[in-house]
């Protein structure tokens, strides 16, 4: 259960570097942005229709969230059964069982704010069924970013979620490099400096677009009739896909 944790864990942290330098792309403006997510549907085309990786990569992502939340279930609950009525006693209360409790504690709190959040981003971002802001529309993923982004309280919605990931990442790269056995050999010094700079970069990485947008340093949204002959050109053979706004025939 522990290295199915520690598995997923490095996987998931693989896909959050992967979004968060994909997020980066917002810094070189509007059309390059929104390029960059149909980039991301072409992905292994023709081998698999538009939008095909995208669906894949879903599918493992939810099936790595099954595995990591529910085998983090499983040991808590293992752990609460067998401690059954002793659960009161504090049987070695030095400051290293404080610490790891308090870092278990944080780990599942941690755990259960990212789940929360999850929820709200795919609503907001994917499926569009909340849009604080203005008006989304699917595609627009710059435009949707920077009307979402606008707003404070959605600001401090990513900050506190971002700096829950960052916590997670930096506790669960040092747990699963110890459950893989790493933390016994002559690494130790490096670890601590490896998982520091994972989680500030998460950190940095993810905020740096919101902050721009919040702050008023990027560009603004361009006008329907501004932005579509740009992105049409940019996007090339993905135009059928937008057949409505690029005038071409959908296939
Ligand atoms: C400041 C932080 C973040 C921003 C601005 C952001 C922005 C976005 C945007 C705009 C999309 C839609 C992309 C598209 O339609 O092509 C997206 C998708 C997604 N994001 Fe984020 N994201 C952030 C943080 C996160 C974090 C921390 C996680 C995971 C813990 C995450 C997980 C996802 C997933 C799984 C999708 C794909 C959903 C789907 O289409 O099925 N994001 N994000």
């Not at 752990?79 to 659960?87: I, Q, S």
């Not at 933390?183 to 950190?203: K, N, Q, S």
């Not at 049409?232 to 959908?250: D, Y």
Request: hydrophobic share 50%.
């Amino acid at each position: 259960m522990k290295r199915l944790m520690a598995w997923s864990g490095i996987v998931f942290l693989l896909f959050v570097i992967f979004h968060m330098y994909g997020n980066t792309h917002y810094f070189e403006g509007e059309i390059a942005y929104d390029h960059y997510a149909v980039w991301l549907r072409q992905l292994l085309q023709p081998l698999l229709p538009y939008g095909g990786f995208l669906w894949i990569m879903r599918l493992v992502l939810v099936a790595l969230l099954l595995a990591h939340a529910g085998s983090a279930f499983h040991l808590w609950y293992r752990n609460r059964k067998a401690r059954g009525n002793d659960k009161y006693a504090v049987k070695k209360a030095n400051a290293e069982y404080y610490a790891s409790r308090y870092a278990m504690r944080t780990m599942r709190w941690g755990g259960v704010i990212l789940l929360l959040f999850l929820v709200w981003h795919i609503l907001q971002f994917t499926t569009l069924s909340l849009t604080p802001g203005g008006e989304y529309v699917h595609g627009r993923a710059f435009q949707n970013m920077y009307y979402g982004f606008q707003l404070w309280w959605v600001y401090l919605i990513y900050l506190i979620a971002v700096c829950a990931l960052a916590l997670h990442a930096w506790h669960g790269v040092w747990s699963a490099l110890q459950t893989l056995g790493l933390t016994r050999t002559r690494i130790v010094p490096y670890i601590r400096i490896i998982a520091t700079l994972v989680a500030l970069v998460l950190l940095i990485g993810f905020m740096a677009p919101p902050t721009a947008i919040l702050f008023g340093w990027t560009d603004l949204p361009m006008s329907d009739t501004e932005y579509y002959p740009q992105f049409c050109e940019a996007i090339g053979s993905a135009a059928s896909e937008f057949a409505e706004h690029c005038g071409v025939a959908a296939h």
